[in-house]
């Protein structure tokens, strides 16, 4: 079995990334940084995270895009920096 690292800084990924976090977390401001293939940064800034721990803000952000991080063939090898912001 070998694992393929299919994206590259630029591509379709950061906005999907971007997308899926809005999706999933009320009024979410993202911002997206490409790093090497399959690596990004995230910031990520929302009032859903009030009241809740830095770890509880984090596990929201990985639910939201875990699935561009699964299987072979995954967009995302690794968030490299993940910043979680209360407005």
Excluded at 4 to 9: E, F, K
Excluded at 41 to 55: D, I, M, P
Excluded at 62 to 87: C, F, N, Q, S
Aim: no cysteine; hydrophobic share 40%.
């Amino acid at each position: 079995m070998t694992l393929q690292i299919l994206s590259t800084p630029g591509d379709r990924t950061e906005t999907l990334l971007k997308e899926a976090i809005e999706g999933a977390i009320p009024g979410a401001e993202v911002e997206v940084t490409a790093g090497g293939a399959g690596h990004f940064e995230l910031r990520v800034r929302s009032a859903a995270f009030a009241g809740q721990s830095r770890v509880d803000q984090q596990r929201s952000v990985y639910a939201a895009i875990g699935h561009l991080m699964k299987g072979e063939t995954a967009p995302v090898h690794a968030i490299d920096r993940l910043e979680t912001v209360i407005p």
